[in-house]
């Protein structure tokens, strides 16, 4: 079972729409991030986000964190192609007894087509 | 910015033969994260260290073993490799201990893609 549910796995829109991600969990985090990943490479790290209810813009880019640090979406506005790419969140700390290794979800593979 | 720096980049390995990983943190970064990626999987961690001593374990098999200098940079040592153990391996390095919520921020490194026949 996986910890940190994300969804969807697979999005494929067409330039200029905006789409939402879900990252979802039955778990309190004390901190959630999100990174995207491009094959054979290292996870970028987009933003973490730690406060209950926070939200966060990188630019086209909105991160916001529930209230009850179980769950987070982050929404892309008017995607573009070079948005494409895999996005994966990550939970931190305090469950299970863990304190600082990241679980990951599964990822949400995007494709944006011009 | 610095950034944190693995070595080698690329590892072709035989069955049964040892590897070691190197990972060098971001400056002044003083916890180091192991992190395992499988083809289409996610990274699942491996182990940590906090100021030389480890901190978390996961699901790292005990072929394996790893350390924390007092340089901080950390080593992943590999062996009797198996070819399940064919993946891309990331290191991770944070500011300060991992329980402080505001410095559990990852930054992942580049990865080492071992390769085992």
């Known amino acids: 079972t996986q910890l940190l549910e994300q969804s969807p796995q697979f999005l494929s829109i067409q330039e200029g729409e905006n789409l939402t991600v879900y990252c979802n969990s039955s778990?309190?985090?004390?901190?959630l991030q999100w990174y995207r990943q491009e094959p054979g490479e290292g996870p970028v790290l987009l933003v973490t986000v730690v406060t209950g209810g926070e939200v966060k813009k990188l630019k086209r880019l909105t991160f916001q964190f529930g209230d009850a640090r179980k769950d987070s979406s982050l929404h892309i506005t008017a995607a573009q192609p070079g948005d494409t790419g895999l996005y994966l969140c990550a939970g931190g700390g305090g469950y299970g007894g863990s304190q600082g290794n990241l679980i990951f979800g599964k990822g949400t593979k995007l494709s944006v087509k011009p | 910015a610095a950034g944190v720096i693995q070595s080698p980049r690329h590892l072709i390995k035989e069955k049964r033969e040892t590897a070691t990983l190197k990972c060098y943190p971001i400056p002044r970064h003083d916890t180091v994260y192991w992190y395992q990626q499988g083809p289409g999987q996610d990274p699942q961690f491996l182990i940590s260290f906090y100021e030389k001593m480890q901190s978390d374990k996961g699901s790292i098999p005990d072929r394996f073993s790893a350390q924390q200098f007092s340089d901080y940079h950390s080593e992943l040592n590999m062996s009797s490799l198996e070819l399940g153990d064919s993946a891309l391996y990331f290191c991770?390095?944070?500011?300060?201990?991992?329980?402080?919520?505001?410095?559990?921020?990852?930054?992942f490194g580049p990865g080492t893609r071992l390769l085992v026949l």
């Open positions: 778990s309190v985090f004390s901190s």
């Open positions: 991770a390095s944070s500011l300060g201990p991992p329980i402080e919520r505001e410095k559990e921020t990852q930054y």
